[in-house]
């Protein structure tokens, strides 16, 4: 049993026996210098970036993302994240692994968020 400090009375007590099990380590994180898997939607994107003058950085992590309504783990899933920069402006897209395929999701430019892998590439 983990102690825990209980600032209401300024002492340590003994945690819950209910407590919620850790969330779940990632197995890879985006630091770890992890190879990038070959995805030709990632290729794709960064070919036009780098032609138009972005620096890139493409990492790679793999973990468990909440759930959206109960923040339980969900099943292990990797993603590549494309991160540019150009004269201080910085734009981001992620290719998340989805239960049957890949798909792109949080993607912005600055601070504007674009709901389409068209609408962000054309924002570049």
């Known amino acids: 049993m983990i102690d825990f400090y209980d600032p209401a009375n300024y002492t340590w007590r ?3 026996d209910d407590l919620p ?5 990632p197995e890879v994180t985006s630091r770890d210098g992890h190879p990038v898997p070959e995805k030709g939607a990632v290729s794709r994107v960064l070919t036009l970036a780098l032609g138009k003058g972005w620096d890139a950085d493409v990492t790679y992590a793999r973990g468990h993302l909440p759930h959206a309504t109960t923040a339980r783990p969900l099943t292990c899933r990797g993603s590549i994240a494309v991160r540019l920069t150009r004269d201080g402006v910085r734009a981001v897209a992620v290719y998340r692994e989805g239960s049957s395929s890949w798909a792109w999701d949080t993607m912005y ?7 389409g892998i068209e609408e962000w590439e054309g924002a570049l």
Do not use: I, M, N
């Open 14 to 16: 003994p945690a819950p």
């Open 21 to 25: 099990e850790p969330y779940p380590a």
């Open 109 to 115: 430019v600055g601070t504007q968020r674009f709901t």
